[in-house]
T-cell receptor
């Protein structure tokens, strides 16, 4: 499985965009990039995933570089409730069910 | 749907006792996963089921741990006998057999073994 590298922590001002980077230089052609987050004392929550193209949903946007070796999760208007640990995971689709959660990025949204 | 339901939310027990954690997945989901989270090791997959059948239990730490899924709406994770190093938060998650890996997690059970 492709390993991911994320900064251990980041701060973001409330109302500003939070840009969380992830490096996955060994990603293979059929592997997706998934983002999950874990708010304190809760279970992880799925945010978004993508293969090649940029993706957007009601929670966030995912920008994947053309060579697919890195990606950025964007929370367009961060709120205090977005304070959490964000995990970038690279994995296949069906048939590859193990999600390996690394150490993630601890995002703190500051009032 | 109420989401994935886990019980109990908190469990405190003494070393050597049997512990049973319970999970009700989201209705219609084909896969069920058990994870364990500790400060030292992070979030680890213990075992997962597909259509009630255990598929991969390579993450189960040792024979003291066992998991069952007698039907599509219920699963248990049992530890017998429990040890202090089993203290952790145990999460259950479920997903559809879809084309991508979106897992829905329960609130977790915080287990403390004294």
């Amino acid at each position: 499985d492709a390993k991911t590298t994320q900064p251990p922590s980041m701060d973001c001002a409330e109302g500003r965009a939070a840009n969380l980077p992830c490096n996955h230089s060994t990603i293979s052609g059929n592997e997706y990039v998934y983002w999950y987050r874990q708010i304190h004392s809760q279970g992880p929550q799925y945010i978004i995933h993508g293969l090649k193209n940029n993706e957007t949903n009601e929670m966030a946007s995912l920008i994947i570089t053309e060579d697919r070796k890195s990606s950025t999760l964007i929370l367009p208007h961060a709120t205090l409730r977005d304070t959490a640990v964000y995990y970038c995971i690279v994995r296949g689709s069906t048939g590859a069910n193990n999600l390996f959660f690394g150490t993630g990025t601890r995002l703190t949204v500051i009032p | 749907d109420a989401g994935v339901i886990q019980s109990p939310r908190h469990e405190v027990t003494e070393m050597g006792q049997e512990v049973t954690l319970r999970c009700k997945p989201i209705s219609g989901h084909d896969y069920l996963f058990w994870y364990r989270q500790t400060m030292m090791r992070g979030l680890e997959l213990l075992i997962y089921f597909n259509n009630n059948v255990p598929i991969d239990d390579s993450g189960m730490p040792e024979d003291r741990f066992s998991a069952k899924m007698p039907n599509a709406s219920f699963s248990t994770l049992k530890i017998q006998p429990s040890e202090p190093r089993d203290s952790a938060v145990y999460f259950c998650a479920s997903r559809f057999d879809s084309s991508y890996n979106e897992q829905f997690f329960g609130p977790g059970t915080r287990l403390t073994v004294l």
